[in-house]
């Protein structure tokens, strides 16, 4: 298939590192121009000097708050492609999270997303084409024990992206979840390191990890973040005009039903 995103623009929230660099860099392969965000400019100077033979522009500001949401704004008026990847994680004891952890969460992982969509949702509309794409998890969908409060953050992300495909049906433009199953990123060996012994080299630790805490997974390893990149570029391309409203599943098999 030929991807070819030639001509639009496109934001990646939380691009730095990890998932979100490896979605900005396959759009700006496919020929998109692409805005790292990020919340320090040294951070995004860092990913655009890794992207630099392509069109790549940094936007540094904080999307997890109304100030810098409106910051992003002022120096990205304007996309066709959204891509909201920023979020966060980590393994607390359920009945130990508190009031604070569980609101943070939600304006991380769900708040920042919402007001990134309703600002460029009605640009897209205008021009009758666009595309925001929501990375969720596989925890949204099998809830995992150690972190009930990230998976119910991911959960609501799905509904959000639901809601707004309605609310864009018969624009041009789609609204998608990706559902991003255990990815091997820095942040994750850390996440690993914390449910399984810290002596043990990374290769053993990942197995421990699957064969331990997420046994479900057909592909029995942690998927990289360029696979789940390959699915977002193809979302944000031409090709998928008849795909919006969708959950579609990155995730080795690990959520062990046939919908979504």
Same mark, same amino acid.
């Given at each position: 298939? /030929?991807?070819?995103?030639?001509? =639009?623009?496109?934001?990646?929230?939380?691009?730095?590192?990890?998932? *979100?660099?490896?979605?900005?860099?396959?759009?700006?392969?496919? @020929?998109?121009?692409?805005?790292? &965000?990020?919340?320090?400019?040294?951070?995004?100077?860092?990913?655009? $000097? =890794?992207?630099?033979?392509?069109?790549?522009? @940094?936007?540094?500001?904080?999307?997890?708050? !109304?100030?810098?949401?409106?910051?992003?704004?002022?120096?990205?008026?304007?996309?066709?492609?959204?891509?909201? /990847?920023? *979020?966060?994680? @980590?393994?607390?004891?359920? +009945?130990?999270?508190?009031? !604070?952890?569980?609101?943070?969460? %939600?304006?991380? &992982?769900?708040?920042? $997303?919402?007001?990134?969509?309703?600002?460029?949702?009605? @640009?897209?509309?205008?021009?009758?084409?666009?595309?925001?794409?929501?990375?969720?998890?596989?925890?949204?969908?099998?809830?995992?024990? !150690?972190?009930? #409060?990230?998976?119910?953050? =991911?959960?609501?992300?799905?509904?959000?992206? +639901?809601?707004? $495909?309605?609310?864009?049906?018969?624009?041009?433009?789609?609204? /998608?979840?990706?559902?991003?199953?255990?990815? #091997?990123?820095?942040?994750?060996?850390? %996440?690993?390191?914390?449910?399984?012994?810290?002596?043990?080299?990374?290769?053993?630790?990942?197995?421990? %990890?699957?064969? =331990?805490? +997420?046994?479900?997974?057909?592909?029995?390893?942690?998927?990289?973040?360029? !696979?789940?990149? /390959?699915?977002?570029?193809?979302?944000?391309?031409?090709?998928?005009?008849?795909?919006?409203?969708?959950?579609? +599943?990155?995730? *080795?098999?690990?959520?062990?039903?046939?919908?979504?």
């Amino acid at each position: 298939m /030929n991807i070819d995103l030639t001509g =639009k623009t496109a934001l990646v929230t939380g691009s730095t590192q990890g998932i *979100g660099l490896a979605i900005a860099e396959a759009l700006a392969r496919s @020929g998109a121009r692409v805005a790292i &965000n990020g919340r320090t400019a040294s951070r995004v100077d860092e990913a655009v $000097a =890794k992207l630099g033979d392509h069109d790549v522009i @940094g936007v540094a500001a904080d999307v997890a708050t !109304e100030d810098g949401t409106a910051d992003l704004l002022r120096q990205l008026p304007a996309v066709d492609i959204l891509v909201n /990847n920023l *979020g966060i994680f @980590g393994a607390v004891p359920a +009945r130990e999270i508190t009031d !604070e952890q569980w609101r943070s969460y %939600f304006d991380v &992982n769900v708040l920042a $997303a919402v007001r990134l969509i309703r600002s460029y949702l009605p @640009g897209m509309t205008e021009k009758g084409w666009g595309r925001a794409i929501q990375i969720a998890s596989d925890s949204a969908i099998v809830i995992p024990e !150690e972190m009930i #409060h990230y998976g119910v953050s =991911k959960t609501a992300l799905l509904a959000v992206s +639901r809601g707004f $495909a309605k609310d864009a049906a018969g624009t041009g433009v789609t609204v /998608n979840s990706v559902i991003a199953g255990p990815t #091997h990123t820095a942040g994750v060996e850390d %996440f690993v390191y914390q449910l399984v012994d810290k002596s043990l080299p990374w290769d053993e630790a990942q197995r421990e %990890f699957m064969r =331990k805490h +997420r046994p479900q997974s057909l592909l029995q390893r942690l998927i990289e973040p360029e !696979e789940i990149a /390959n699915m977002v570029a193809y979302l944000a391309s031409p090709l998928a005009s008849a795909t919006t409203g969708g959950a579609l +599943r990155v995730d *080795g098999g690990y959520v062990d039903s046939i919908l979504p």
